[in-house]
């Protein structure tokens, strides 16, 4: 049984083919794409003329290039399928609609999840809902079923349907049961704790969605926003409530076996402090949780007032700007933090290119890319590696999130291990 989000999208080697021509914002042959595919021209010419067909690529002018007739080149039309990206943060949610490409189209930032991660699930689906119809897309389950395919051309559409939208990544913090579609036990979010996230949301919306974790997502969204080499080997760390980091590799962000990678928050960084609750001294979370932070800044006399994380936060690097002491110190212990798991993870992942991202790098940063960039200079005249902050902003994990559904959608015989289709 053809699952319903793939039923305009195709067979493996329409997929390889998409995606060939995907990678290429700007136009690719139809040669270019032989041999790159490995396949014939025979099958790439039938393919590339059902995928005109369906709208879903268009020709972008001509290349000449030396002798002989110039080629035309083929480029995907972004506005031909949609996905909706979530981001679920403890600060708050946000849902973004991306273009093919992997370009935002809209967003929206809802207020922070609550306690009742069913409720939570409910205002996310009407969000996409109203989304959606503001922008008149068609969810991918109400596109009339395409009339059978004689593969020779056949009849001509009237025309190919527009901003189909198909499916939903949902980006969120570990630990989680990727298989499962669930959260796990997210320490910042009691009221998602064991939530069904796939399963409630396919329910809510009709859509197949797809679960992962945050840094992985907002690493995924700084390659396709980037167009980042493939051959690079990217080390991005992600600063939030706690914080987290991902490695990618070939262009694919590196898992390991049950999604957990990149789990560091008990890294021993060195620097001396009370003992972890793991039994460990300097573990990295005793100076880059939120909580943490706040806890040391308060202590040490800083006013943060009676307010929620991401706002104390807000006010201890504003009383750190002013020179207060108590906030300084606080903060600076963060970044001495980040600069020490920095180090550490250079050394075992070898990048050519270092990412900081992530809403705490938002709230630090006047005071975070001097320290940063000052703290792993030596290192990178020693690699050649590029320190680089994240220009996507708090939406970089919902942006994200919509590009690993497409690139999930987009991947010829790949998937994750969650459900990312829905089983109708
Ligand atoms: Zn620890």
Redesign the pocket.
């Known amino acids: 049984m053809r699952g319903t989000s793939m039923a305009d999208i195709g067979s493996y080697n329409e997929k390889l083919v998409l995606q060939l021509i995907r990678a290429a914002p700007d136009g690719v042959s139809q040669s270019q794409v032989v041999r790159t595919s490995g396949l014939s021209r025979q099958t790439v010419s039938l393919i590339a003329r059902r995928l005109l067909l369906e709208g879903l690529i268009e020709t972008a002018g001509q290349r000449i290039s030396g002798p002989g007739k110039p080629t035309t080149l083929l480029r995907t039309v972004a506005d031909s399928r949609w996905t909706i990206g979530l981001h679920v943060d403890p600060a708050h949610l946000t849902v973004v609609i991306c273009d093919l490409q992997g370009n935002p189209v809209d967003s929206t930032t809802l207020g922070a999840p609550t306690e009742d991660a069913g409720a939570d699930i409910a205002r996310i689906a009407a969000e996409i809902e109203r989304l959606c119809a503001h922008h008149g897309a068609v969810m991918i389950h109400d596109l009339p079923a395409p009339a059978a395919q004689s593969g020779d051309g056949g009849s001509v559409p009237q025309s190919p349907p527009r901003r189909v939208v198909l499916g939903i990544g949902v980006a969120a913090p570990a630990p989680m049961d990727v298989a499962a579609g669930e959260l796990t036990t997210p320490p910042w979010l009691p009221g998602w704790h064991g939530a069904a996230v796939v399963a409630d949301l396919e329910a809510a919306t009709g859509l197949p969605v797809l679960l992962d974790k945050d840094t992985n997502a907002a690493l995924t969204g700084e390659i396709w926003a980037g167009h980042l080499p493939a051959e690079e080997t990217v080390l991005y760390l992600y600063l939030s409530h706690g914080v987290g980091s991902a490695v990618s590799a070939d262009g694919r962000v590196h898992r390991g076996s049950s999604t957990q990678a990149g789990e560091i928050?008990?890294l021993?960084t060195g620097l001396a402090d009370e003992i972890?609750?793991?039994?460990?001294h300097g573990?990295?979370?005793?100076f880059t949780d939120a909580r943490r932070m706040i806890e040391r800044a308060t202590a040490a006399g800083a006013k943060v007032g009676p307010h929620d994380i991401s706002a104390a936060v807000d006010a201890i690097v504003a009383a750190a700007e002013r020179g207060e002491s108590a906030a300084l110190q606080a903060v600076e212990q963060h970044l001495d933090a980040v600069v020490a798991a920095l180090e550490i993870l250079s050394s075992i992942h070898d990048p050519q290119r270092i990412i900081v991202g992530g809403p705490m790098l938002t709230a630090l940063l006047p005071l975070a890319t001097p320290r940063i960039r000052e703290g792993t200079a030596a290192r990178l005249v020693e690699t050649g590696g590029t320190l680089h902050f994240s220009e996507l902003g708090n939406a970089a994990g919902a942006i994200g999130a919509a590009c690993l559904f497409l690139e999930e959608e987009l991947s010829p015989g790949r998937r994750l291990g969650a459900r990312a289709r829905s089983g109708s």
Do not use: A, E, K, T
Request: proline residues 8%.
């Open positions: 928050g008990h021993p972890c609750r793991c039994g460990r573990c990295l979370n005793l």
